[in-house]
């Protein structure tokens, strides 16, 4: 099973305000997921990388970006954001057939 | 499009059986999981099963696939207050890459004393 590590857990910060989401995992895997989980609890995929210097975006758009400069860092970022931003974010990595979640961050845009 | 369909919500008393069902949407999907949500946490993954599998059993928990009718279940034998949560099944497509996967709308179970 992977340690996958989100920081921070919970945020509040006003509009405008840029801010990441981070997310780290020690197990070497080459797939990471961004979700974003909304109130009504179903998952939506944002964002995804195959490895190191790629990153795809996922099914439900968004206005956050993602880099993957090393293996085990999969950063999220908003550079301005708004209430509609509120939300949850799961980060999750992957072996073979086995997705493993973070523990997410609770975002609240005010 | 379709989506992956679960009941919202199921309640059931302690020891009881707990069967919480899915239906998913692709048929060639290869594999089809469950996991659990607990309070303020991330997804657990609990089980999986490969397509060309009719049934698996982990300890308490039995997984139960029915291709011919893209039906997914998952039974928790001898259901005890740690048990509530919520419950995801999900499935990787087979138009999807990297193993991205689609998930259902979540089942919260609840157990009473």
């Known amino acids: 099973e992977a340690d996958i590590y989100q920081t921070p857990r919970y945020l509040v910060i006003g509009t405008g305000k840029k801010i990441t989401l981070e997310c780290s995992q020690t197990m070497g895997h080459d797939k990471m997921y961004w979700y974003q989980q909304d109130p009504g609890m179903e998952l939506h995929l944002i964002h995804y990388?195959?490895?190191?210097?790629?990153?795809e975006k996922g099914d439900l758009s968004s206005e956050s970006t993602v880099s993957r400069i090393r293996t085990e860092h999969f950063p999220l970022t908003l550079e301005s954001a708004r209430p509609s931003h509120t939300s949850q974010y799961l980060c999750?990595?992957?072996?073979?057939?086995?997705?493993?979640f973070g523990p997410g961050t609770r975002l609240t845009v005010t | 499009g379709e989506d992956v369909e679960q009941s919202l919500f199921l309640s059931v008393r302690e020891g009881d059986s707990s069967v919480i069902n899915c239906t998913y949407t692709d048929s060639s999907s290869t594999y089809l999981y469950w996991y659990k949500q607990e309070p303020g946490a991330g997804l657990q993954l609990l089980t999986y099963i490969f397509s060309n599998m009719d049934m698996k059993q982990d300890q308490r928990l039995t997984v139960l696939l029915n291709k011919k009718d893209k039906h997914l279940s998952l039974r928790i034998a001898d259901t005890q207050t740690g048990d509530s949560a919520i419950y995801f099944c999900?499935?990787?497509?087979?138009?999807?890459?990297?193993?991205?996967?689609?998930f259902g709308t979540g089942t919260q179970l609840k157990v009473e004393l």
């Open positions: 999750a990595s992957s072996v073979r057939y086995e997705q493993y």
């Open positions: 990388s195959y490895g190191v210097n790629s990153t």
């Open positions: 999900a499935e990787i497509p087979s138009t999807g890459g990297g193993n991205k996967l689609t």
